[in-house]
């Protein structure tokens, strides 16, 4: 059978196993073992095991179950909340204080937790209903923190960007620091648009501001400081080359457990058991999402599926731009269906071959690829930062939630827009600080 047309049998065999409600990581298998054993014969199926497995034997990997404890000893404290009040404090002489302070807290949060729906739950919880309180409109409170939300897999540390380095073998390093900028411009142009809305919205009052004395803003400091000197230090240990990201990593974890532990008085063994069995949880469904991702690359190049594609592609006389229209529109539609981790360990060894080829940096294009998945979090069905915004704040409709995170899908569209036009958004940092890369 022509390759080209396996290919499209099994993507749409794959879509329809997960759509079954099969979990990611079982149906990336059974497709693997199915089209393996039909078109391969039974031979084929001794390497699974070894390839299953070694796909695991990766050092790297060890950086993934320590963010993640990282984040949920933070998630799992008042941080969010003492964040959000430190930042309104701190900002609140601003037109929009309000507003302002809850995106800032978003991006601060994600940058801690790196879980993108544990950022709408801690910021959210205490945002949204300060917000609709003094008048803001219920879309813009519920979008604003959805939206911010989405900042968790696009600033350092990244999990997302972790299992993009893995799956497309790029230094986990450079994909952080390529985060930055364009986070900052995500936080950015939300913030902008939230104002707009607000002052569109004919209360003028909302972007007044509010006045705390300097005790109150000094007060709250030392609660968020240290968790901020965290992140500082495991960026710092990280590019300053005192340690690998796997070592930082469990170093930042630790003292996040620590810092929970002393200042919050996180002492309860309950509560310690629930943040390193939820963080376990998470850690082996990615895990083993990579390992059947692994399986799966395995079916595509062993049935020549992959390198078809990539050599149909190349033989295209379309414009490289068009190309690449036509690539995030692949990965729209893939995030509105399918979570990120997902999608990168599906796509990756398909994509990477093809933007390579077009002369694309593949740095770049993990900044691209990562924001098409913030626009999935916020967008059906799956969506599932809209659920989480419902779940805490039910008595605004999912209509309203999603209406309001509208303008910030705009956004992060003008988002792509601009990288594609100044790539260096994406790339001048990394090869500042580690050098250009060859």
């Known amino acids: 059978m022509d390759p080209l047309i396996l290919g499209a049998i099994v993507a749409i065999s794959t879509i329809l196993i997960l759509f079954s409600g099969v979990s990611v990581a079982i149906g990336l298998l059974v497709v693997s073992t199915l089209f393996l054993l039909i078109f391969d014969g039974v031979r084929s199926l001794e390497l699974l095991p070894e390839i299953l497995f070694g796909k695991l034997d990766n050092f790297a990997l060890l950086s993934i179950p320590m963010f993640i404890i990282m984040g949920s000893s933070i998630a799992s404290t008042r941080a969010g909340a003492d964040l959000y009040e430190a930042l309104e404090r701190w900002l609140t002489r601003l037109p929009g204080g309000l507003v302002i302070s809850n995106l800032g807290a978003c991006a601060l949060f994600a940058a801690m937790s790196g879980s993108s729906p544990a950022t709408c739950a801690a910021i959210g919880k205490m945002g949204i209903p300060e917000m609709r309180k003094r008048g803001y409109p219920d879309g813009v409170a519920a979008g604003s923190i959805a939206a911010g939300g989405t900042l968790g897999i696009l600033i350092p540390p990244s ?259 601009l990288l594609c036009l100044f790539p260096g958004l994406a790339t001048w940092l990394p090869d500042a600080v580690m050098g250009v890369a060859r």
């Open 159 to 417: 999990v997302t960007m972790i299992v993009y380095g893995i799956a497309t073998e790029s230094s986990i390093g450079r994909l952080f620091l390529a985060g930055v900028i364009p986070g900052l411009m995500l936080v950015l142009l939300f913030m902008i648009w939230s104002l707009y809305s607000t002052w569109a919205s004919g209360n003028k009052s909302l972007l007044s501001t509010r006045s705390y004395s300097w005790k109150e803003r000094f007060e709250i400091l030392p609660r968020v400081l240290p968790f901020l000197l965290i992140i500082l230090g495991v960026l710092y240990a990280m590019y300053g080359g005192v340690a690998t990201p796997s070592e930082t990593a469990a170093v930042g974890a630790l003292l996040c457990l620590v810092i929970a532990m002393v200042i919050y008085k996180l002492w309860n063994p309950k509560d310690l058991w629930v943040v390193l069995r939820d963080s376990t949880r998470e850690s082996v469904m990615i895990l083993f999402i990579i390992a059947a991702a692994g399986v799966f690359s395995y079916m595509l190049s062993s049935l020549f599926i992959t390198q078809s594609i990539a050599e149909w592609i190349g033989t295209l006389e379309v414009n490289r731009w068009v190309l690449m229209f036509a690539v995030n529109i692949f990965l729209l539609i893939a995030g509105f269906f399918l979570p990120p981790v997902a999608v990168i360990l599906m796509a990756a060894p398909i994509l990477l071959p093809i933007i390579t080829a077009a002369g694309f940096d593949p740095i770049w294009f993990a900044v691209v690829l990562t924001i098409n998945m913030e626009i999935g979090l916020i967008s059906p069905p799956v969506g599932l930062n809209l659920y989480v915004i419902n779940g805490i704040a039910p008595e605004i409709s999912l209509k309203t939630i999603l209406m309001g995170s509208l303008p910030f899908v705009g956004c992060m569209v003008l988002a792509i827009i």
